[in-house]
């Protein structure tokens, strides 16, 4: 998950924030630019955090997505959220 929120990262920072778009098909393109361009001199993210600390990463997120699966009111999602 850390690879791809990385890299989820970098195209928002780099192409959609640095332009102004007239229509979807025009932002698809400049990703799609952005992204072959990449590619021509791209280089591995690192590794930080060990299995264990993703997976636990991983447990904490589905726990509290169960969580507000299971509220019955708005008012129960803010209680957890608190």
Do not use: H, Y
Not at 12 to 17: E, G, N, S
């Amino acid at each position: 998950m850390n690879q791809i929120e990385i890299w989820n990262g970098i195209i928002t920072r780099k192409p959609i924030r640095c332009g102004t778009f007239r229509s979807a098909k025009a932002l698809n393109r400049e990703i799609e630019a952005f992204i072959k361009n990449w590619n021509n001199d791209c280089k591995p993210f690192r590794w930080t955090a060990t299995a264990e600390e993703i997976l636990g990463r991983v447990r904490a997120i589905t726990a509290r997505m169960e969580a507000l699966l299971c509220a019955a009111e708005i008012d129960d999602v803010a209680r957890q959220a608190a």
